[in-house]
């Protein structure tokens, strides 16, 4: 303990996570434009219905988070992590260009372009912030937090610039801010990429002797590794259930913000319409004002011993997105068939970024903690194919929003993440047990 435990180590986190902080922030704000765009370009631009609409964004999300799963592989195997962000973010920006055209056609490619680009991009450069430290490193959790914020501040400014740029002048200029986005934050990356990540990222016989190589490729998965590899697995199951009530947000909840809550504000006696994809930020605002908040008491914590388990941590998530809903739910009480005011969404969204904090950043930080170090990208990969299964069945549930009550529809997203939250409680030991000592 005492070998991690020096104040320089404790509170000087590497050069190369500013880095890419930057990167991943500028591509957030790519994707997060596409999120907050997509569903309501389809059903206003296109004339698509709601359950259509919400299977093409149920398709999208589930195959953006199940492509890092053959992105992760390549990067491990051949290409090394800083070629597949770049190849990344190219297909990322040209899908950009083509959404936004106004056909069906153009839809599609654009999908597959981003599909193919979040694959290469997504799990390299995650698992590259877990390169930067050692297994136990206490600036990891910390670390992933800040890294987190730059998702986050790429998709406040997501909601705002281009949710406005397509309000005010079209759909093609919201979906080219986000080309303009990812085409910056490739660019920072490319310069960067040299001098601050400590040569992590390179494709593995520019970095890794023969010797050592062919030593660690073919030495055989240990126990304890293996069961390592078993609590990433039931983890990223229990993600699932989080995933798909959270994705409403983009989906669902989308429409309903745009049909059911009150945008209209007034003041100075003018009045003002708020734009729907400006509740996009909302989300990403509270991550970057509570995100440095949550990860000095995940350090202070683990100062003092004290620090939450992960599964502890996926059960505090549960309960908070299911408070999220809980308030919804009361609006639906309180304001009858009128529209909800903005705090009620609002609020809901305050429990949600709260949980988010809980599961996301620590479920990052644990995969690039748990994995064989030759398999890193790939476990990462493994842990977004769970986001994956769980877009596709957000874009179904939000599918069912025409068919329900808006309490019908508010009632299962608080069942379902309380019941996950108890099966949990009765794991939490033997999942911690299979972590064998890593934090």
Known sequence: ????????????????????????????????????????????????????????????????????????????????????????????????????????????????????????????????????????????????????????????????????????????????????????????????????????????KEYVKESVKKEVNNAPLTR??????????IMAFFTIFFWAIFEQKGAALNLIADQ??????????????????????????????????LSKLWVNLGKKGKDLSVPAKFMVAFWLIASGYIILLLSTIVCGDNKMGIMWIVGAYFMFTMGELCLSPVGLSMVTKLSPTKFISLFMGIWFLATSVAGKLAGLYSGQLSKMTLQQFFTWPVIVPICASLVLLVLIKPIKKWMNGVQ
Request: positive net charge.
């Open 260 to 293: 059911h809550v009150d945008r209209i504000i007034h003041f100075f006696g003018k009045s003002f319409e708020i734009p729907t994809a400006w509740f996009q930020s909302i989300n990403p605002l509270f991550i970057m004002l509570f995100a440095p908040v």
């Open 1 to 204: 303990m005492s070998d991690i435990a020096t104040p320089q180590i404790k509170q000087k986190q590497p050069a190369g996570l500013y880095l890419l902080f930057a990167t991943e922030m500028w591509e957030r704000f790519s994707f997060y434009s596409l999120k907050a765009l997509f569903i309501l370009y389809l059903t206003k631009e296109l004339l698509l219905s709601t359950e259509t609409a919400s299977g093409y964004f149920g398709n999208l999300m589930s195959l953006i988070f199940l492509s890092p799963l053959f992105g992760g592989y390549i990067a491990d195997r051949w290409l090394g992590k800083r070629a597949c962000i770049i190849i990344g973010g190219i297909c990322i920006a040209l899908g950009q260009l083509c959404m936004g055209q106004g056909s069906l056609p153009a839809v599609w490619v654009a999908m597959g372009l981003i599909i193919i680009g979040n694959g290469f991009f997504k799990p390299n450069i995650s698992s590259i912030v877990g390169d930067l430290y050692e297994k136990n490193d206490p600036r990891r959790d910390g670390g992933f937090t800040i890294f987190y914020m730059g998702i986050n501040l790429g998709s406040f400014l997501a909601g705002i610039i281009a949710g406005t740029l397509a309000h005010k002048f079209g759909w093609a200029y919201g979906f080219g801010s986000a080309a303009v986005g990812m085409i910056f934050g490739l660019a920072l990356f490319i310069w960067g990429k040299d001098k601050y990540l400590q040569g992590k990222g390179k494709a593995p």
């Open 224 to 233: 304890e590794e293996w069961q390592r590899i078993a609590v990433i697995c």
